[in-house]
């Protein structure tokens, strides 16, 4: 019988004002099976408050392609979220 793994292994990429406050652009980082990328976001809340207050203007990618917070992760994705783009 095969093993079930109890983790799951993410790349998570910081950009913008979001690297800034996370003091890295990237970063592997392992979570627990069934984790959602809502949960991941929270997982860096909890260490850099400050995040929290952008939660409600980013935008969230898995594996280069918008995802919404309830998606679901597995070993191997990249998650990457990405604040409000400004200029003109």
């Known amino acids: ?20 406050i996370a003091g890295r652009t990237q970063e592997s980082i392992d979570l627990p099976a069934e984790a959602d990328i809502e949960s991941l976001f929270a997982h860096y809340a909890s260490h850099y408050p400050e995040l929290q207050q952008y939660r409600s203007s980013l935008v969230a ?28």
């Open 61 to 88: 990618s898995c594996n280069q392609e918008f995802a919404s917070w309830n998606t679901l992760l597995h070993t191997g994705d990249e998650v990457a979220f990405l604040p409000p783009v400004s200029g003109g």
């Open 1 to 20: 019988m095969p093993s079930v793994s109890q983790s799951v292994r993410v790349k998570v990429l910081f950009f913008g004002r979001l690297k800034e």
